[in-house]
């Protein structure tokens, strides 16, 4: 698959956020239901896995419809070059807002999986008052995680996921669990990472937990989405962060691995459009 197929449908442009430039894809609202000016839904502000690019996303993206889809590589990932310097939490933060002021938007909602749930937690930290509803996937508070297996943790640490489809294709039930449904399709998008950026972006995180501050993460509604056979973040670290996290809900995906919003696609934008279209208020914990 071409990059221009995978991406079909997205405004895809370099931007210059902080000094950085990073390749930026955005889907605009599509569906004939989608609200209009004023009475528009927020847009999703989404970060992705560690490693992954723009592409792995894109049936997700065009999926949503019903609002503006944003997403950008991180450096070194997919089409943004390599980083010069290493980054953190706190500076892709603020490039990611970076972004979001120059594409015109103010408020918005926010979603994550695995390593880029971490970043979505600290995003909505650090900009409270601009983020509505969040959206952790498969993601955990850090260095306080609950580990997973370490046959899975082992292989996702080597960049050949990325750059070898055959070693993917062998180990993908050891490293993500759950059904594996749909594993050939996400194989073929795969785009593999630098070794300079998936280094960078392993580090970005290193040492660093949201757990201090999940107590103060009040003002946007939260939901928490975890696979109950996830090899890589246990569904312990869903619970963990739900309970410490105000006006939160936890949606368990009863066979889904580590990638559930693929596997498990439908049943996960069913729970996903639920939560951001609901009238705010509406977030109240649920088992």
């Known amino acids: 698959m071409t990059n221009d197929a995978a991406l079909s449908g997205a405004e895809v442009q370099m931007m210059e956020a902080d000094g950085r430039q990073l390749r930026v894809a955005r889907w605009l609202a599509t569906d004939g239901t989608a609200k209009k000016g004023r009475n528009a839904a927020p847009p999703l502000l989404f970060f992705n896995g ?131 449904d749909g594993a050939d399709a996400h194989i073929a998008r795969l785009r593999p990472p630098s070794a300079i950026g998936y280094a960078y972006q392993l580090l970005a995180m290193l040492g660093w937990t949201s757990a201090p501050f999940l107590p103060f993460l009040c003002k946007a509604e939260t939901m928490v989405m975890m696979g109950a056979e996830d090899n890589i973040v246990p569904l312990a670290n869903g619970r963990f962060l739900n309970s410490l996290i105000p006006n939160s809900r936890l949606v368990t995906i009863a066979d889904g691995g580590h990638l559930f919003l693929v596997m498990q696609a439908e049943e996960s934008l069913a729970h996903i459009r639920q939560f951001l279209d609901a009238p705010r208020g509406a977030g109240a914990k649920a088992a």
């Open 50 to 180: 560690i490693g992954a690019s723009i592409e792995l996303v894109a049936p997700f993206a065009r999926a949503m419809g019903t609002r503006d889809f944003i997403i950008f590589d991180m450096p070194g990932i997919g089409g943004s070059p390599d980083p010069v310097v290493p980054y953190n939490a706190i500076t892709m933060s603020h490039c990611a807002a970076n972004i979001m002021d120059q594409l015109g938007y103010d408020a918005m909602d926010v979603m994550g999986v695995s390593w880029g749930g971490a970043l979505a937690q600290h995003f909505a930290m650090q900009y409270a008052g601009r983020v509505e509803r969040l959206i952790l996937a498969a993601t955990s508070a850090g260095w306080m995680m609950v580990p997973g297996k370490i046959a899975a943790l082992s292989k996702m640490a080597d960049p050949r996921r990325y750059i070898d489809p055959d070693y993917m294709a062998r180990h993908f039930a050891t490293l993500y669990g759950g059904n594996s």
